[in-house]
């Protein structure tokens, strides 16, 4: 059977196509069943047929050509067909077609206009590139290979659809094994995301699985490579996702041992992070396109994972160029759904792929592919020179990149030589190019753009060649346009008769006769000027010039010759000084330059400067001499000499500055000297002014003379180098004559003229140290002397008095020469010291006098107290004694001995040298009037102020403790006389305290009541108690020890009884068993209850009971308790715990017990829900509590609002 693909309005398939040899077929096809057919794929021109081999490696195979193919049982394979196609099997002459129909008119409203220009076989167009076609594994029994009808349409066609075809699928690759699993696990997932539907389709086919175009078809046709439900592909479904997804948290694809492991496998994926659907990318151009995603979601069933994910999430897209598992590289960070990626390449496959993530959560969704359009080529590089001739030129250029697009034609454009607008040349898809007919020696320019079906490139950048030519004429000689020291500029014209366009170069040659080598190339370029530098000065050079085209070097021009400048001379020497330099003079010489520039020196000019560092110059000689005399000059001065020298070059440098100062001479007389501010007693303060000449040197220093009279012998008072100073030393209202004079390193000048000034009268002398007489331990008497008035009579003394001698108080100010200080500190040192005061001022403070006072009694104790517990004591009872303290007073010198204590009636008690003592054998309850007295050597001291206290009474007797109540596991306590509880404060508190197992009294209660129940003891236990009473007092003695012991604990109650009828006058009765309590045995007592009466009719250690001989419908009830058997001092003891709750039995015929039997269960049921006494009180607190919140709410909105 031959199998024929063809499109519309196409002629037939070729009569002769090629049968393609090459593709091998698979030994198992061959050798199959006779069930397998040939089918021969006709194969079109400007189409490709892809088929993937066993090996897993594709082969593109273009047509025309048939290519042999086996179909294993005979089926049409499915054919994919481009974008608003349809595929039709058409059967003729035995002959089954598959015919490629358009879908319909409304699909492409452009196609009817365009239909007449569509050729009968239309080439791959460059901007549509090769679909991918999923293939099938080659294993027997399957499709060995799939095919794919290609055919590429004009871009006209599909204007609209068209930036929808170029995204690319990558699917997966699997085996048969992968590839049931993965069925198997979408499946599961579908079921389980549609509430567990058992409406699973179980019908399984044998032939090969459907192409993963085809395949979910109604699960995800809406999302193919990040495109709408326009597009023709339909990619791999949400559940394929998620299985990926998986298979990367994994880290590879479940094998056959996971199989069994498909549950855990859809838990993972339902558990999984969110994740992105695929990006949708829009608006493909040649270098950009559109990127746009939805937010991240979770699957349909976490309801509770999506109220958990974050509402912003910042997205990250990534893009690579290198393939799906290459390099991506991140384009954009942002929280916009919308992205346009620019600066792509036009032509070129790129995968993006987006991730979501918001704080540690991040999704990220599948890559996607796609495909930029072609464009026009890039700009080529300017054509380079091949060969040039006097009328042609050749070049060429290499392609530049085409952009996805073949480069068909190239153009050549120039200018013509006009250097005007540039024209077209050559248009042709070879790269070479030779220009002929040109013009000899002239300049082109060219520029260089390509085309191919989407347009022409940029131009690229203009270079200019140009033709041979004849050699240039001989140009003119060179000119001097300026001469220097070391340099020559020269310069010339070119050639008359060489076109001005032409480019020509110049070489210029020189000549030194000195050197004897003849010319020589010194500038070789394109200017008609050129600078000789680095040259000998006042030297004669010969030059000439050439001119050079590309043809060759021209004749040299004639010889002309020119000399440098002569340089101006070097500085002369440094100047030196002749002779001994004066106060107003100097003679000064130097000497000639060491090079003369090569001219002669003409004259050389001295300069005189009177600063070290500055720049105003004088000129003092001007001459051909090399000496000079220097007049006029100021005494001590510093001066700087320089010289310089002019000849026919120019002026020198100047020469090393030479300083120098002339000599000093003494300064000239000081200003006289006066007063400054008041004059005092015995120092005047005297300043006077600097001489109005120094002499030329600084001065040095000042001398200040005094004399009593103008002709008596001066006395030196002062010698330095200030201009004021403090005479002292003087005799008040007295005159005094001054005189003062300056020196510098010459001597000292003349005197000043004569200052006479008179002192001031001052105050007392200072005095002498006082005499002191201790009278008593109290009193002082202080003497003194009058000091010498300074021409003043003495007003009045000061006396100052204090214990510390740098802080000392006024105590006394009068005329007297003596005074008694009264009211010290006995055996205590205190200071004095005098001072005088006349009508000018104060004298000075004589020196210091001290004297201590005798030793006395002591002082007062002040601070008498007395401690409330007295706990630092030993056997310190608060009832009988009394603690008293105090702070030990001063001794006054003597040390303090002991203490008198007065307390009572007038009882005295003497002590030691202590700050506190207890007073015992005192009555209880009593209050006293107690003083205290210290005593030293001297005598006794006076009592202090009396304070009152009191003892305490007596601390109450522990009470008689008494086990009022006796439990297994609590013992209720009494003592005394009073209530269980006590509401108003008592005086009396009671510490109750326990022996534990340690032999420890551990306190287990402080308070003031009467009763105290012990709780969580143990059964049948000696416990040891006692008790203390405590009162304002202190605490009482502890009681005797009490022991007491518990009881023994009843069993616990038990469940009802189970109650089952064995025959019409026979039943049995069972319950729960209980262990032996501490070594005693258990037994059971059974009581029947009928009406109003009660039996006993079991007393055992049985767990059963066969209960005969009863009435036919009648009600019993049966409850059982347990019994503690156990032997005491009295005999053997029994001891029953509580009854169990009834178990009802209704006594039936046999055929009746089946119809009460749920009866019966029932009412057991409702016995055994009876409320507990803990339930019942937990409804009541939560009824109590709900009915309190109420009353607030009612209180809230009706009262207070």
Known sequence: MNFSVMMADQPPPLEATPLISEVALLPHVVGGEAAQQVILVQVNPGETFTIRTEDGHFQ???????????????????????????????????????????????????????????????????????????????????????????????????????????GRINFIQRDERNTKMHEQLRKRLNDRQNGHNNNTNSNKLSSPPPSPQKSHTNLNAHVQNGYGKGSHFTGISNGAVRLKQLYKIQGSPPSDTENGDSAAVLKGLQDMLPSIDKPIVSSIQARSALVSWSPPLTSQNSESQTNHLPTKFTYEVAVSSNGKNGKFKSVYTGEETTVTLPDLRPATDYFVKVSAFSNSLRGSSETVSFTTECSEPDPPAPPRLVNKTKSSLSMQWKAPNDNGSKIINYLLEWDEGISGAFKEYYTGHLKQCKLNELLPSTRYSFRLAAINEIGMSGFSETVEFHTSGNVPPPPSPPSLSRAGVSCLSLEWSPPSSVSSEEPLTYILEMEEESTGYGFKPKY??????????????????????????????????????????????????????????????????????KDDGGSEIMKYVLEISETLHGIKWDMVYSGSLMECLCNHLKPGTWYRLRVYCISCGGQSQVSEVLPFQTAAVPPGPCQPPHLHGLAKAKEVILQWGAPDEDGGAEVTEYSLEMANAEHEEHVQVYNGLELQCTVRGLLPGKSYCFWAKAANKAGYGPYSEKSVISTAPGPPDQCDRPLLICKTATSVLAKWESPACNGAEVTEYRLEWGGVEGCMQVVYTGSCLSYEIKGLTPATTYYCRVQAVNAVGTGLFGSIAWATTPASMPTVVCDLNVLEDGLEFPCFSPATCLALYWTEPHCNGSEILGYNIEYGERQLMSVDRVTSCILENLQPDTAYRIRIQAVNEVGVGSFSQPIKAKTRPLPPEPPHIECVVFSHQSLKLKWGDGPSKVLMPSSVQFNLQMKDKYDRFVCIYRGPCHKYKVQRLNEFTVYNFRIQACSSAGEGPFSDIYTFMTTKSPPPPLKAPRVQQVEDNLCEISWEALQPMRGDNIFYTLQLSSGKENEQVYKGSGTSFSFTNFQSNCEYRFKVCACRRYEDSTGVQEMCGPYSPSAVFLSQKQELLLQNTDTVTELWKIEEKSLSDEQFAFLLLVGFATVAVMFAIIMQHFVIK
Not at 75 to 100: A, D, H, L
């Open 524 to 593: 070789s370029g394109e200017e008609c000027i050129c600078t000789l530098k680095n040259l000998r000065r006042s030297t004669s050079y010969k030059f000439r010039v050439f001119a050079c085209n590309s043809e060759g070097k021209s004749s040299a021009s004639e010889i002309v010759e020119y000399s440098t400048c002569p340089d101006k001379p070097g500085p002369p020497n440094k100047p030196c000084v002749k002779g001994k330099i004066q106060a107003h003079s100097l003679k000064v010489a130097w000497e000639p330059p």
């Open 60 to 166: 593109c195979i273009p047509g025309p050509a048939q290519v042999p193919m086996m179909s294993p049982n005979g089926t049409m394979p499915p054919i994919f067909v481009p974008p608003g196609y349809i595929s039709q099997v058409v059967e003729e002459n035995g002959m089954r077609k598959v015919m490629v129909l358009p879908h319909s008119a409304d699909f492409l409203p452009s196609l009817h206009p365009h239909l007449a220009h569509v050729p009968h076989y239309l080439h791959q167009h460059p901007l549509l590139p090769h679909q991918p076609h999923p293939m099938y594994s080659t294993v027997p029994g399957d499709l060995p290979t799939q095919f794919i009808h290609q055919h590429a349409l004009p871009p006209h066609i599909y204007a609209e659809q068209e930036s929808r075809l170029y």
